[in-house]
């Protein structure tokens, strides 16, 4: 019989007054025991309505019942048919947007915690079963990968399985993309994105490092010189938005890009461990209300800082973030300051940031996004004191590789225009997803679109 309680089982966590002092990581997983009566909350439906709701179609049904009869790794393999990292998706997917919300379970109570127990699985595997890696026979082709993030590393594990040569080219020295320099330590581990990385080269996956694509290669010495059959584009969107206001050269003023690449990928929280320094001052201001501005401000508060401040100019109930981390990151004690808008960033002499100008808004009428409209009060401006501010409001894709690939149409953001089912570009055996095509996304969207480009890379190769 199925367990019909209403509610879910909490996910255990550390107390916020001590996690905000370190990088250790916010929730500890479930144990055996509540995630055996979490999957008999799953009433196992026979048209499977939260697959639906899957970017890589996990079959979710069939894990939660695995886990019901105690077979774990049966549970992980399942999951492991349709989607190349388990554990980085049971950690940071926005499950109660997609699958979670298709979920029968969430009409009259909570839905299934689904994406608590695909962690629960994957935490079981890495900690009991060592992987056995069987290399698959070549198939004489060869296909480059241009970066190493989600998308990337999902297209060259699915094309790896199917015997191509897959080399990814990766423009920072360590592989992981997003999930390595843009996660906070503290929501996503590096050592399990490390191990889903080895396992790719275990497969035979080549990565190299340090190469950009666009100045080190161009895509065009890929097909011409190196002789790959095919290149496929998932180099996400990493090149910075800023609001154009006065004051953002000043000393203290950062993009999320950058403070976040400092803090994660260059160690920076375990300075003077590794030497890079985070300028962090006593008041902090994160510009933004996504994810990133989330990651940012918890960063922050986790440095030193003794005032966080998330500034977004519209209410809370518009915050793009996920509820989770806004939760999170109240418990920790972050400050919102919510219907503000920046209008400039003041300084002293020495160019250091001293100061900000917000102006009050209030929401008007609903916009092209179906969002209400903030409108600016006028003479509601006032100063907030702070000597850090992190620019969160977003990030487009880099312009080197459609400046040097001719023939590569974009469009008007610089995001690669591709099929949205094939991920099939102008260029013929040119092939992108994720980030670079959509915009700032999700990992588990850019997944699926690696997923559904390496189907269609070998069924064009293949003939």
Not at 6 to 24: A, G, L, S, Y
Not at 116 to 134: C, G
Not at 356 to 375: A, K, N
Not at 414 to 441: L, N, P, Q
């Amino acid at each position: 019989m199925p367990n019909m309680r209403p509610d879910r089982n909490p996910m255990p966590e550390q107390d916020p007054n001590v996690r905000n002092k370190n990088f250790k990581e916010v929730t500890t997983g479930y144990t055996e025991e509540m995630a055996l009566d979490e999957a008999q909350r799953c009433l196992n439906c026979k048209n499977k309505p939260c697959m639906a709701g899957c970017p890589v179609a996990v079959k979710i049904p069939e894990f939660i019942q695995l886990i019901a009869q105690n077979d774990f790794e049966g549970a992980y393999q399942k999951i492991k048919e349709t989607s190349a990292l388990p554990a980085v998706c049971g950690i940071v997917c926005p499950q109660e947007k997609q699958c979670e919300a298709k979920c029968v379970r969430g009409i009259k109570g909570e839905s299934v915690a689904i994406g608590r127990l695909e962690r629960f699985v994957a935490d079981y595997h890495m900690q009991n079963v060592e992987d056995e890696i069987v290399k698959p026979e070549p198939n004489g082709k060869k296909v480059a990968v241009v970066g190493s993030g989600p998308s990337g590393l999902t297209a060259a594990g699915d094309l790896a399985k199917k015997g191509y040569a897959v080399t990814i080219y990766e423009a920072f020295h360590t592989a992981g993309g997003v999930l390595m320099y843009g996660i906070p330590e503290f929501r996503l581990p590096k050592d399990i994105v490390q191990k889903e990385i080895d396992t790719l080269k275990a497969m035979g996956v080549d990565i190299e490092t340090n190469v950009i694509i666009g100045k080190t290669i161009t895509v065009d010495e890929l097909f011409d010189d190196m002789g790959y059959d095919a290149v496929y584009i998932g180099s996400g969107a990493g090149l910075p938005s800023f609001m154009g206001i006065d004051g953002e050269s000043l000393n203290g003023v950062y993009s999320a890009n950058e403070f976040l690449t400092r803090i994660n990928l260059m160690k920076g929280y375990k300075f003077p461990d590794y030497d890079t320094p985070v300028y962090i001052g006593k008041n902090v201001a994160v510009l933004g209300g996504g994810n990133v501005a989330m990651d940012a401000a918890r960063s922050a508060k986790r440095l030193g800082a003794e005032n966080v401040y998330i500034v977004y100019r519209r209410g809370e109930e518009e915050l793009p973030a996920r509820k989770e981390e806004v939760e999170h990151a109240k418990e920790e004690g972050i400050i919102f300051k919510l219907l503000q808008n920046p209008t400039k960033f003041i300084g002293n002499d020495e160019g250091w940031l001293t100061n900000m100008e917000v102006v009050h808004m209030e929401l008007g009428e609903p916009d092209d996004s179906g969002r209400r409209r903030p409108v600016k009060i006028e003479g509601s401006e006032e100063i907030l004191d702070i000597d850090t501010a992190v620019v969160a409001i977003g990030q487009t894709p880099n312009p080197l590789i459609r400046k040097t690939t001719k023939g590569l149409d974009t469009n008007k953001r610089g995001c690669i225009i591709a099929d949205e089912v094939t991920g099939k570009t102008s260029r013929d055996h040119i092939y992108a997803g994720g980030d670079v095509v959509t915009g700032a996304a999700t990992v588990i969207l850019a997944m699926g679109a690696g997923k559904a480009a390496a189907k269609a890379i070998d069924e064009e190769l293949q003939g």
